[in-house]
């Protein structure tokens, strides 16, 4: 509808001005080479405007089935996305799950070298791996 009213307003504006030069033609006179010379630009450009709109309104149907096309691309696009992100995010945590178990005794035996038999250092210790 949009596109509707914009075409007529369009054609509306064409068409008042080629009147405009109409009438601007009748009371300076058609016999000046110049105004000859922009006339037949003038009717040329409006000629190819409006060939121009006719061929965009015929395309229209084809236009709106290429957009659907699109449109089913992107989904399909964006659902392999998204199967392949979360497949990713699955296997990252599974490898940072079993990193963890496996760097488990390392990390037991640097905090028992670190707290070296002494249990009143554990609450800094904790705090600082935490933090």
Not at 37 to 58: C, M, P
Request: glycine residues 4%; aromatic residues 8%; contains cysteine.
């Amino acid at each position: 509808m949009k596109t509707l009213v914009l075409s007529f307003r369009r054609i509306t504006w064409l068409t008042g001005s080629a009147l405009a030069s109409l009438i601007v033609a009748a009371v300076v006179g058609c016999s000046d080479a110049r105004w000859k010379e922009a006339n037949a630009v003038r009717q040329a450009r409006i000629t190819e405007e409006l060939h121009w709109y006719s061929a965009h309104d015929a395309a229209g149907p084809e236009r709106i089935a290429e957009t659907m096309g699109f449109a089913r691309e992107q989904a399909k696009h964006r659902a392999e996305n998204l199967e392949y992100t979360i497949r990713l995010a699955r296997q990252m945590h599974e490898r940072d799950v079993q990193r963890w178990r496996d760097e488990a005794p390392k990390r037991e035996a640097a905090l028992r070298q670190l707290w070296n038999g002494h249990p009143e250092t554990i609450p800094d210790t904790w705090a600082s791996m935490v933090y």
